[in-house]
């Protein structure tokens, strides 16, 4: 099989814009480890961008038989991209339109996990227009204000209290009550009906005015570790046709589990679960799992080997477990 690996930024996603620089820092690492993974499995002949210019990406589908994204959420990139190789009939290695425009609306997520019963913050919409304000004080401080459509820590914000609090908004955001606990993550493989967790992750978040994500380690030991995937899981269950990998960013904190997002894409903390599962004989690989539940089966996936300590830009420190 042919892939074409298409990360955004480096394949000339913010032609003519400044490239945010943790989008470029976290997509380069990814791509690199990606593509590792693919060319270690020895079966498939890999295709991939490296050329901030701009290029028509439907040009480049002509030649492959599938194609895996590394794209953000944001300003609704990803489903675009997802929807243009949709259209071309080419394999999608990963979640389809659908499915990521469900996952990405942040307004609408608290009812889907409800649905579901699994724990999310209180939340509140707020469109361009609307009082700041008396939202905020309905939601309670301190609250987070993040994109309605967004990716990772983009645009993420910390509000302690009114004075911190933007006088109003031109777009639609989301308010949110501040969780506190142990920020985390589960990583998970999906075949479009069910998801199997492949490791739950601390995740190194500074929860200043403006978020910042640093990286993080994998597995994570947390009383309530298990809790965390066992929501991941049922989080997943909320949206039908999810596939491929999928990252859950959650909260532990002394007494539940609460979900914040569901990712339907590959996320930073690839770059850590990757190394945590990878056996000495080329076993643990997640790109091979991913394929395999992209076609349909779920794989029975490795229990971690060692534990990672990864950063945001792809350095690792090899711990024992």
């Given at each position: 099989m ?11 996603g ?8 943790s989008l470029a ?16 499995l020895?079966c ?15 040009d ?7 194609v895996?994204l590394?794209?953000?959420?944001t ?7 997802a929807?243009?190789v ?37 939340t ?25 459509r ?8 910390l ?5 911190e ?10 308010l ?24 739950i ?7 200043a005015r ?18 965390g ?20 960013d ?5 007494s ?14 690839y ?21 395999e ?10 229990r ?8 945001a ?9």
């Amino acid at each position: 099989m042919r892939i074409l690996v298409h990360e955004f930024a480096s394949g000339g996603g913010f032609a003519g814009r400044p490239v945010p620089r943790s989008l470029a820092r976290e997509g380069r690492a990814m791509l690199t480890a990606l593509v590792a993974d693919l060319s270690a499995l020895r079966c498939h002949d890999i295709v991939t961008t490296a050329d901030r210019r701009p290029r028509r990406f439907e040009d480049l589908l002509g030649s492959v038989d599938a194609v895996w994204l590394i794209a953000p959420e944001t300003g609704g990139c990803l489903e675009r991209l997802a929807e243009t190789v949709e259209h071309s009939g080419k394999t999608l290695l990963g979640a389809g339109s659908a499915a990521i425009r469900r996952a990405a609306d942040k307004a609408q997520l608290p009812r889907r996990l409800a649905r579901c019963g699994v724990p999310h913050p209180l939340t509140r919409v707020v469109h361009a227009g609307d009082d700041v304000r008396a939202v905020a004080e309905e939601t309670g401080y301190p609250l987070v204000v993040k994109p309605s459509r967004g990716a990772g820590c983009e645009g993420v914000r910390l509000v302690r209290n009114v004075r911190e609090l933007p006088a109003g908004v031109a777009q639609t955001v989301v308010l949110q009550r501040y969780v506190v606990g142990v920020a985390a993550s589960v990583s998970l493989i999906a075949n479009g009906r069910r998801a199997v967790a492949l490791s739950i992750n601390a995740q190194s978040i500074t929860p200043a005015r403006a978020f910042a994500y640093g990286g993080g380690r994998t597995p994570l030991v947390h009383p309530l570790a298990e809790r965390g995937v066992e929501a991941a899981i049922r989080a997943c269950r909320a949206f039908p046709n999810l596939r491929g990998y999928v990252g859950v960013d959650l909260v532990l904190t002394d007494s539940e589990a609460v979900v914040i997002e569901v990712n339907p894409r590959l996320t930073t903390s690839y770059l850590g679960v990757r190394a945590a599962l990878r056996g000495p004989n080329g076993d643990g690989n997640i790109a091979a799992m991913a394929i395999e539940a992209c076609s349909g089966t779920l794989p029975e996936p490795p229990r971690p080997r060692r534990r990672i300590d990864f950063t945001a830009g792809g350095r690792l420190a090899v711990r024992r477990l």
